[in-house]
């Protein structure tokens, strides 16, 4: 049985602004916590198929997920005949996203890699990358997010696919926090909400119905600076939507979600499209 593990973050948690920090702060008592937070169910309805028809309209069927979590992508692309390697930072949330994927009838294939050596830990070419739940605002250094991308394009094939989401860190700068909790965070009773907001940490606090309360800290990455980075890796066409949809309002998606193609464009197509 695995020992459980409690949040530990000093005595000043707002100093806390490490990238490899956020694999001690999916403890396992936060990993098992998570599925509340979640809820499987009704993130599924809420969100649709919008991710599995992505990576349809792409042609992909080999996809490495790499914020596997507690396994929802992963199990959900699994059940849509997919071909899927999961990997996370945290083993205790590995260790929940086998379980869970268990239960589903299916086994992982789980590896526990760090996104800056992603190319040492796991093996082979895949047609898409995901990185879903935020989970790229647990990179604090610039290098770092530029190394994680690198190592994302680099495991990508030649016509590959990476899509990634964010929470609107934009609004939250600009204009103060607010929720839906429409599409990521479905949980029933659970209140997950920030506790601090600067440029350069936004410290999320999860309050759960039987009063245990958690942490984590993220970097909040604004949505323009994030396209440009991934622009500057190599990646040719970046379609950005809010909370699903193509069009709307930069203030009003809780969540962005990027679909960004490895494919090679040449110069003056890409000129034209950039200028349109």
């Known amino acids: 049985m695995q020992e459980k593990v409690h949040q530990s973050f000093g005595d000043d948690p707002v100093a806390v602004r490490k990238t490899d920090h956020y694999t001690s702060e999916y403890t396992t008592t936060l990993a098992e916590k998570w599925d509340e937070l979640i809820d499987w169910e009704s993130r599924a309805k809420s969100e649709g198929d919008f991710f599995i028809q992505k990576l349809k309209e792409r042609g992909a069927k080999k996809v490495l997920d790499v914020a596997t979590g507690t396994g929802f992508h992963s199990v959900r692309l699994l059940k849509a005949g997919f071909e899927v390697v999961s990997a996370d930072g945290s083993p205790a949330m590995l260790a929940k996203a086998f379980e869970n994927a268990r239960m589903h009838g299916y086994i992982l294939r789980t590896v526990c890699a760090d996104w800056r050596f992603l190319n040492r830990d796991v093996h082979g070419e895949y047609d898409a990358i995901i990185c879903l739940g935020n989970s790229f605002t647990h990179l604090f250094k610039e290098r770092d997010r530029r190394k994680a991308l690198a190592e994302y394009y680099a495991m990508l094939k030649h016509d590959g696919v990476l899509i990634m989401d964010q929470r609107n860190y ?57 396209r440009r980075l991934m622009t500057e890796v190599g990646f040719q066409k970046i379609e950005t939507y809010g909370d699903f949809l193509e069009t709307y309002k930069e203030d009003k998606p809780d969540f ?21």
């Open 256 to 276: 962005f979600v990027h679909v960004a193609e490895k494919s090679y464009v040449p110069e003056e197509e890409y000129e034209e499209k950039t200028e349109a």
């Open 170 to 226: 934009d609004a939250i700068l600009d204009h103060g926090y607010s929720s839906k909790h429409q599409f990521y965070y479905c949980g029933d009773d659970v209140v997950a909400e920030p506790e601090h907001v600067d440029d350069g940490l936004a410290r999320f606090r999860y309050a759960f119905p039987d009063g245990s309360v958690y942490h984590l800290n993220m970097f909040p990455l604004r949505k323009d600076y994030l």
